[in-house]
């Protein structure tokens, strides 16, 4: 096995192998939000505030599918990386093969229901019709697009399950490369409007998906991917889904609880709406550490619990906590103090720079909470235990954060401010339940392993 190209995380320091395989994929996930990003900027800077508005407005929408399907990858990741560290290639092999063969059915339906539903789905958000035309041509440019990112992710994603996460990061940097250009040249040369922004994304993402098809096709190591074998193995998808099906229904729903907070967002017009989108990419950016440590341990996790080393796994999710603690504390003061000149970025209108400062420094400090939610979360979900994340981040995520909205917009005041706090309360809310829940299946883990060790030894 070339170990240039594959990460066995069962040995070595725990603190080099979370930061060797998180930065790599930190850095592939910056590259990954230049896409939008770059359209969300090109768009403000050259065409106008509606249609930053409407690229903002967008988002929650592309989110909750492709979030759905992050969940099904996150399961196949971890069956994946699992079998890797138990040194299983047969489980490997057919894993691979199984998760392939459901990308490409389910890039279908996604294409399918994504341009179907486009302007019903916006009408539900309440968007402005200043902003409705803008944002029905982005979504449906870019549904018609889509597969080409889910195949990226799902393949990038096997080989981060083994470890690989430096030639991901190199198809990224360029393709975002190649995403701006096309941006700039259909925009500014050639002046396509928004149109010209979703063309050239969804033509970037095709070219990822190319070169990792490439890769996995061609590759010599054990996660080689032939297409004569292409099937759907119902033991494994059943794991797969097993793991990653909370998951994706978790991811889901919070995305489709942030369009009623888009709803809420849009009542105040097309000025709030390019506020409020300058600030959801930015905190986006914020908290891409606490994403790739978090998926840091899960394999981490995972591939440990596979070589029997529960120990190590455990100290692993502290390392992974104390790591991404420590970036997004420092990333959350630089964003409050220059929360201004990041938002200009974006745009140079007055009143969209106002309200974007103001949601960032409501709530850049809370993001510390939910570091410990998505490095718990990706623990736990190395373990193979899905459905207890799922659970917690629904409730909180969703369930508090609806019942907040509601209740603060109709008893206090439905103020630019109270909508976008929404946010950090339910943050808080699922740090207090999933800190709650972790110690107590911790402690509950180490009984039943002091149990076991005690039976061995009267029985020896």
């Known amino acids: 096995m070339n170990k240039t190209k594959t990460r066995d995380m069962t040995r070595g320091s725990i603190l080099v192998q ?48 492709v979030f759905f399907f992050n969940g099904f990858s996150v399961g196949a990741g971890v069956v994946i990386s699992h079998s890797f560290g138990a040194k299983n290639k047969d489980t490997l092999h057919t894993a691979i093969e199984t998760t392939m063969a459901m990308t490409f059915l389910i890039s279908v339906v996604f294409t399918v229901i994504g341009v179907i539903f486009v302007r019903p789905m916006l009408l539900f958000m309440s968007t402005p019709d200043d902003v409705m035309k803008d944002a029905t041509t982005y979504l449906r440019i870019y549904f018609i697009g889509i597969s080409g990112l889910l195949i990226y992710n799902m393949g990038s994603g096997i080989l981060r399950a083994v470890g690989d996460t430096k030639r991901p990061l190199y198809f990224l940097v360029l393709t975002s490369v190649v995403n701006i250009i096309l941006d700039l040249l259909f925009v500014v040369v050639i002046p396509m409007g928004i149109a010209g922004v979703a063309v050239a994304t969804i033509l970037a993402q095709f070219i990822s998906a190319v070169l990792t098809m490439y890769l996995l096709i061609h590759t010599d190591e054990i996660y080689r991917l032939t297409f004569h074998d292409l099937k759907v193995n119902g033991k494994l998808l059943k794991q797969i889904l097993g793991i990653g099906l909370p998951t994706a ?11 009623f907070v888009q709803s809420y967002v849009n009542v105040f017009g097309s000025s709030v709406m390019a506020g409020w989108s300058c600030y959801n990419k930015i905190d986006s950016f914020i908290m891409l550490p606490m994403g790739s ?60 720079v106002y309200f974007s400062v103001l949601f960032l420094r409501n709530n850049v400090f809370f993001l510390l909470f939910n570091c410990v939610n998505h490095v718990l979360a990706g623990a736990l979900r190395g373990r193979g235990d899905s459905r207890a994340p799922m659970i917690i981040m629904l409730s909180t995520f969703v369930g508090v954060r609806q019942i907040y909205l509601y209740l603060a917009t109709h008893l206090i005041a439905n103020t630019e401010s109270i ?8 943050w808080t809310c699922c740090f207090i339940v999933e800190v709650t829940y972790f110690l107590i299946t911790r402690r509950i883990r180490r009984n039943k392993h002091h149990a076991a060790s005690e039976n061995a030894r009267s029985e020896n």
């Open 18 to 65: 979370l930061v060797a395989f998180a930065l790599p994929l930190l850095l592939g996930n910056i590259f990954q939000m230049l896409y939008n990003t770059v359209d969300t900027i090109v768009v403000g800077q050259f065409v106008g505030k509606e249609a930053l508005a409407a690229v903002g407005s967008t988002t929650m929408i592309v989110n909750m599918m």
């Open 249 to 259: 229904i978790q991811s889901t729903i919070t995305a489709f609880s942030n369009v």
């Open 293 to 352: 440590v978090a998926n840091a341990a899960t394999t981490f996790v995972s591939q440990n619990l596979g070589a029997g080393e529960e120990e190590r796994a455990d100290r692993g999710t502290v390392t992974s906590l104390a790591v991404t603690l420590s970036i997004t504390a420092v990333i959350s003061v630089l964003i409050y103090i220059f929360a201004g000149p990041t938002t200009r970025m974006f745009t140079k209108d007055s009143e969209v």
């Open 419 to 426: 909508v976008g706090f929404g946010y950090p309360v339910g």
